[in-house]
């Protein structure tokens, strides 16, 4: 898995609107698409309910958009977005105030960081050493409340590193000392919080990922599960901090089967298996801890279908599928992200191999 896991999964065929609401066990999941779209992927939730994410069209050009509690879509383009596959608006978080963060590509292929504001306002960023080429660029990945932005840049040498973008528009860029400095390698970071904790991952000489924790005073812990891999390609991903400081994410085992973990703001890991899964393509993927520390995501089984999981804090799970989801391999429900109220989001394969986006509320 890398940082751009769900922008990588497949887009189906021709996908139409759609919004049909069903009973997930004592919970109910509405499905939503854009109208005329290849796919909708649906990728961050804030605390009202209101959504974020993109989709593609039939001439394969993503676009970002935004859904309103009450179903309304409404689709944009960043300023300066290439016009031709293949382009992208990607919007990646929401803020509790509807400001949204992400990134888009111009023409030539290079990224930019952007902040629209729930107005409908953009402000293009670039980190200060970010690369100018094809792949390169700068990358918003995660907006708190108060509009702080973390994400991470590729720089001309295709190496990754963290930054912090605050409130007042400066631009902190960062590393963890550990990480390598080859292509491929280097520091990406993908979560922050209320506070201004960043968690996100880093990959080392030896092209092994661990996680790490920057505190709102720039100091820098390193997250290793302990029963992550370590040989190249294995090891630890952090992927989402919550207020308290908790974070979630998942592990490769030596046998690259994934795992999921949930640390402590105090530092003790807990690991934790939906289903144990026999190959190194399966296993459980964590996407987003919410307030209350539950736990959402996805967990491939046997035949390598994925299935959504919520996990409380006290360690109970619920497996779930939206109703209709496809059974082919590699595809299935897909949580990306989870709010205060126990709002799950994330997109699915029809039976298709359509894609949908969807929200689950308990």
């Not at 293949?86 to 978080?93: G, K, N, Q, Y």
């Not at 550990?178 to 970071?189: F, K, L, N, P, R």
């Not at 207020?243 to 934790?272: K, L, M, S």
């Not at 298709?352 to 986006?357: A, T």
Request: negative net charge.
């Amino acid at each position: 898995m890398s940082v751009n896991r769900y922008l990588a999964l497949g887009i189906g065929a021709a996908l139409g609107a759609l919004g049909v609401a069903a009973s997930a066990r004592a919970a109910t999941i509405t499905t939503f698409g854009v109208p005329g779209a290849l796919g909708t992927y649906a990728y961050s939730i804030n605390a009202s309910g209101t959504i974020a994410g993109y989709y593609q069209d039939v001439n394969f050009l993503v676009h970002g958009f935004v859904r309103a509690v009450d179903g309304t879509i409404t689709t944009f383009d960043a300023p300066g977005a290439g016009t031709a596959a293949p382009a992208c608006t990607c919007a990646l978080s929401i803020s509790q105030t509807g400001s949204i963060a992400g990134d888009y590509t111009d023409a030539n292929s290079v990224h930019h960081g952007f902040l629209r504001t729930a107005a409908g306002a953009f402000t293009r960023f670039e980190a200060p050493h970010a690369g100018s080429g094809s792949g390169q660029g700068t990358l918003a990945y995660s907006i708190n409340a108060a509009g702080a932005i973390a994400g991470y840049f590729t720089d001309a040498n295709g190496v990754n590193h963290g930054f912090l973008r605050g409130t007042n528009g400066a631009i902190t860029e960062f590393n963890v000392a550990a990480a390598g400095t080859s292509a491929g390698q280097g520091t990406t970071a993908v979560s922050i919080n209320p506070t201004g904790a960043i968690t996100g991952f880093y990959i080392d000489t030896n092209l092994v990922t661990h996680g790490f924790l920057r505190s709102e005073s720039g100091a820098i812990t390193t997250i290793d599960a302990p029963d992550a891999g370590t040989a190249g390609y294995q090891g630890t991903t952090a992927w989402s901090i919550n207020p308290t400081g908790a974070i979630t994410g998942y592990f490769r085992e030596a046998n690259n089967v994934g795992g999921g973990f949930v640390r402590a703001a105090d530092g003790t890991i807990t690991e934790f298996q939906i289903a144990r899964s026999p190959s190194g393509s399966q296993g459980t993927f964590p996407s987003g801890i919410n307030p209350a520390g539950a736990v959402a995501g996805d967990w491939t089984d046997k035949n390598n279908v994925s299935h959504g999981f919520l996990r409380t804090s006290a360690g109970s799970v619920t497996s779930f599928d939206v109703p209709g989801a496809s059974t082919f391999n590699g595809q299935g429900t897909y949580p990306a992200d989870l709010n205060s109220s126990g709002d799950i989001t994330g997109f699915y394969f029809d039976a298709s191999s359509v894609v949908y986006g969807f929200v689950r509320t308990p």
